[in-house]
């Protein structure tokens, strides 16, 4: 088992790698520059050359490549160039724990509501709690998810004044966890029904395949009673192919939480994405990316290993 | 010897598209204490939807009980309700299936569903099930049980999972044994084995059987009567040696005459001609007159009963055998 984790890590570091050529790669290749942004539209010609030079712009890019990389393994990501001064690192710390939070607490409302939905949907086919589960599904899976955030925002706290509009706490008054799951429930949920729809969908169709199987006429052979068979029997096998969407959700909750957070004006590292998007803050974007592509290999290797540990025919 | 189960009338139905399907049209027979007695037919004749419907495992929804009874040791189980099947289903009667690689659970070690099972009807502490557990093991003939245990399916062959699906069977010392195509998938020298396995532990715990298949090796092997099917019907019930020395029924003269012979001279192997009925075709007259070259005009027009032949042990449907005819 430890091999095998440590193989998959190691296979996670090439790729990781390739994203940071390709995120440096577009950023190079976006029109215009850092200095462009920073720059006085006035300055002389000779000026803004010194300045490239000093920034190291002119520099062939493999080797600023090379120095951005360099710098990065380091945990140097630069400095913001709009916060002037301020360390891209800094920016991240701030910002990276609100955004796992806000996953974390979606992908859990999205799995503990989805899965039960999914049996319920398998176990009574085509009846009618069947057809209305999967009408919602497909309704969900149908509306973006913006939508849906904005109408709740209108609807829970504009119209009722049950949730705030967004922001993580209540400003002036000190930190409590009531306060934060008071701010969190609504960027969370929405967040979370992005994924719960096509989630319903798949634990359906994966129990549904498992019931059919012999070992779940075996145990119903011996006796055991239905809920034993669906919950015992049926969804340990039933959760392994779902194992492999919740690694394949995961990027899709990154792009999703950019969407949210801006809605929710949730200060996570999607929203930080978006403004320094807005801004040309090159460092911010790029370090952004890069967090974000590694966020993904980590879950894709968190889905691998769970995978081994559900699944005992995986061969480590 | 008293019947340990006495099928009455049984009529399992389909309906498929709107269609029904009589899966089992109305067959009796009993099985005694301790006796091992084949269910006999080709596929679609309704022979694994008469075990099921034993077991109360009539695929829903679509299938469905619709007459009949099913008296084991004198109480209906057609009568009781889903729950108190729950305490029968592997302890009275236990089951085991054609596919030994699939029937058990990928998930779950051998000693996990070995134990769940003697849990959950013996109301054994978990040692003690686990005690059991390697007792069976070890008598349906693991040479290191302890360690099978502790294994998931996949590292079993075809074989050692089929004597695993045994051991669980005969756990709970059921008072019947339905075996369903039991040796179908695993090749010859283990069908042997598992053969000589269940012949041994029924006689050791006098378990009666109900071994359903299609191979009539497998029938001379270990069955003492044998209940020949047809598109839901019962068409002949006969004792073994009576069955392969002089077959009544044109269709149960077929199936032995379509088995190659070892000992017998070379000749060509004789198939039935024809196929079986479509399910849910609705044919006038007998069943098989289609596909016999013995019928006659009657066959086409009336519906043969099972007619009771000598002194009981003996049962036809053919118009060849009813007295009117031969007089």
Known sequence: MASYIVRRILYAIPLLFLITIISFGMMKMAPGDPTALMMDPMIKKENLEAYKEAYGLNDNVVVQYVRWLGNMVQGNFGESLIRQGVPVSELITARLPNTLLLMLVSSFIAFLISIPLGVISATKRNSLTDYSITFVSFLGIATPNFWIGLVLIMFFSVNLGWFPTGGVSTLGEPFSILDRIHHLFLPALVLATADMAGLTRYSRSSMLDVLRQDYIRTAKANGFKNSTVIFKHGLRNGLIPIITILGLMLPSFIGGSVIIESIFAWPGIGLLFVEAAFQRDYPVIMAVVVIAATLVVVGNLLADILYAIFDPRIEY | MSNLLEIKNLRTHFVKNKRVIRAVDGIDFQIRKGETIALVGESGCGKSM????????????????????????????????????????????????????????????????????????????????????????????????????????????????????????MSCNPKLLIADEPTTALDVTIQAQVLELMKELSERFSTSILLITHDLGVVSELAERVVVMYAGQIVEIANIGDLFDEPLHPYTEGLINSVPSIDGEIKRLQSIEGNVPAPGSIIKGCKFAARCSRAFDRCTKEEPDLWLMEDGSRAVRCFLYDDEEAN
């Open chain 2, 50 to 169: 008469t075990s099921l419907s034993i077991m109360g495992l009539v695929p829903s929804p679509g299938g469905k009980i619709v007459d009949g009874e099913i008296i084991l040791d004198g109480v209906n189980l057609l009568d009781l309700t889903e729950k108190e099947m729950y305490r029968v289903r592997g302890k009275d009667i236990a089951m085991i299936f054609q596919e030994p690689m699939t029937s058990l659970n990928p998930v779950l070690t051998i000693g996990d569903q070995l134990t769940s099972v003697i849990i959950h009807h013996l109301k054994l502490s978990k040692k003690e099930a686990s005690e059991r557990a390697i007792e069976m093991l070890e008598l349906v003939g693991f040479s290191d049980p302890a360690k099978v245990m502790k294994n998931y399916p996949h590292r079993l062959s075809g074989g050692m999972r089929q004597r695993v699906m045994i051991a669980m069977a």
